[in-house]
């Protein structure tokens, strides 16, 4: 699934080692052209696929690496699939084929499904096979009969070892899981459209099984995204710029062969995570550019298979997906525990995770802290959030939402109020979270904080669905015990019949 350090550069200059004709060939993608190498590298890094298995493959159902002319059978089989009356003819189509059924087999491998042959036969696989073994035999059988499917099986052990080497021989230098790196893609604060999936990020699209969010919840309702979804979604839009979420290589810029000519980007970050911006509008970088974090990468857009403008922002750890929310359940990541998964850390660099300890030094005033107060009859409560829970109340249009000649209700509104135990005098940086939890109402757009700290007084207003999932900063400010600084909210916002969220509020200090 995972080769470190073998992107277009080094692939192309394996070619070039070869006899075959792929190191000059040209492919469409889109709008543009690209070389081979960067053919192969956008889909397979996409899919998690290591490249050496699909250029192992190509050996040997076609032998491109080393037939200088290959004959337009060789090219249009490259991959010795033949099936859908023949639709998978031609190179690019098969190795979209190949990536695919690569995935869809690492999906499969926990139930041992069985065998599809080229006759359109089936059988169970051999007893015993690993993930990889499985994987192999899964996009070899629909290219040969069962008898012939063993000889093939070893014959892939052999082009591989002949070209890189025993693919047995299990890495020792691999980096370990990172400390928090990330920043945010963004230039603004963006809606989440979609979460990851932890059930299994394969793209299922199984409506009915829903998703497993990192809270260790199965949600269904659409809002939380579809089944399968290996990434996160942000409602951003054109112009608006996407950004490198952290220092490092561009290893792929441009059309993405995944069947969609998307517009992407995908950066290493040389720590054994790369992150892949998908569906932009416009790409400003070029492969081998060094970027530093916050730096422009392409416009926003909705290109390849989108449905409408977003950033479609994925993150690999040696190959794999993961979720850079971790993982905040007390019961086992279905994620982790599938043979293709591997475990999700929080990876945001600039605010702490709502399911960890808190950081040293911080105050942290939760729902059911002793410093929480809250009044009003409209609060209730939802199972998500920071400490497992989180407050909403439906909103009361506010006072400046009305006009000079409107009613005013008498109804009171509700008010929650966090007023933290400092240590001492001193300046800190104040978050409130916002969970992202389903109300049966919109979230308001206009919920107002005020934070009292030593000298005065401060209101922020923020948008719900801007922040759902995260934690607003509210601001860094000079605070004295002996004045009782607090954080209050009400439900008041720009009409009734929102939800306000009350969640943990976090004193941080300000270096």
């Known amino acids: 699934m995972y080769e470190p350090g073998f992107y277009v550069p080094q692939l192309q200059a394996l070619l070039n080692t070869q006899a075959g004709a792929l190191k000059r060939q040209q492919l469409q993608v889109g709008d543009a052209r690209y070389s081979f190498a960067e053919t192969l590298i956008g889909p397979a890094s996409y899919y998690s696929i290591n490249p050496k298995v699909l250029l192992a493959l190509l050996e040997l159902r076609s032998g491109l690496l080393s037939t200088p002319n290959p004959s337009p059978d060789q090219l249009g089989w490259a991959l010795g699939y033949q099936g859908e009356n023949g639709n998978r003819r031609g190179l690019q189509a098969q190795i979209r084929w190949a990536v695919k059924e690569l995935l869809y087999a690492k999906r499969d491998y926990p139930q041992y499904a069985a065998l599809t042959f080229a006759d359109g036969s089936s059988a169970a696989p051999p007893p015993g096979l690993s993930l990889s073994e499985y994987v192999i035999a899964r996009v070899l059988a629909p290219t040969t009969s069962p008898d012939q499917l063993p000889a093939l099986r070893q ?15 299990p890495p020792s230098d691999w980096p370990a899981p990172a400390a928090p790196f990330l920043a945010w893609p963004l230039e603004h604060p963006a809606a989440v459209t979609s979460f990851f999936d932890h059930s299994g990020p394969f793209l299922t699209r199984n409506a009915r099984s829903g998703i497993t969010t990192y809270w260790g919840r199965t949600e269904t309702d659409i809002a939380f995204a579809y089944n399968g979804h290996d990434g996160w979604d942000y409602a951003a839009a054109p112009p608006d710029l996407g950004l490198a979420a952290a220092d ?12 969609c000519a998307t517009r992407a980007v995908i950066i290493d970050h040389g720590n054994g995570y790369r992150t892949l911006y998908w569906h932009l509008a416009r790409v400003d970088t070029t492969i081998g550019q060094h970027v530093v974090r916050g730096q422009p990468i392409g416009v926003i857009g909705s290109s390849g298979c989108a449905t409408g403008p977003h950033l479609h922002f994925g993150v690999q750890y040696l190959g794999r997906n993961v979720d850079p929310y971790g993982w905040c359940a007390a019961t086992p990541d279905p994620w982790q525990q599938n043979p293709a998964g591997t475990a999700s850390t929080w990876l945001w660099a600039d605010r702490p995770s709502p399911c960890a300890a808190p950081p040293p030094g911080a105050i942290v005033v939760d729902t059911g802290s002793p410093g929480f107060l809250k009044a009003g009859d409209s609060w209730q409560s939802v199972p998500v959030g920071y400490g497992g829970a989180a407050l909403f109340a439906s909103s009361l249009r506010g006072a400046d939402a009305f006009g000079p000649l409107d009613l005013r209700p008498l109804t009171l509104p509700s008010v929650a109020v966090w007023r933290p135990d400092l240590p001492a005098a001193g300046r800190y940086r104040v978050l409130a979270y916002v969970p992202y939890a389903l109300s049966g109402l919109e979230d308001a757009v206009r919920v107002r904080y005020r934070v009292r700290y030593h000298g005065g007084e401060a209101a922020i207003v923020i948008s719900g669905p801007l922040y759902a999932n995260d934690w607003v900063d509210l601001g860094t400010y000079e605070f004295d015990p002996h004045d009782q600084p607090t954080v209050s909210l009400s439900n008041l916002a720009e009409a009734g019949q929102r939800s306000v969220w009350a969640d943990a509020v976090i004193w941080l200090p300000a270096t």
């Open 155 to 169: 014959g892939f052990l052999q082009t591989y070892t002949r070209l890189f080497g025993d693919p047995r021989v």
């Open 248 to 259: 490092g290589e561009v290893v792929f810029a441009g059309n993405a062969d995944d069947g």
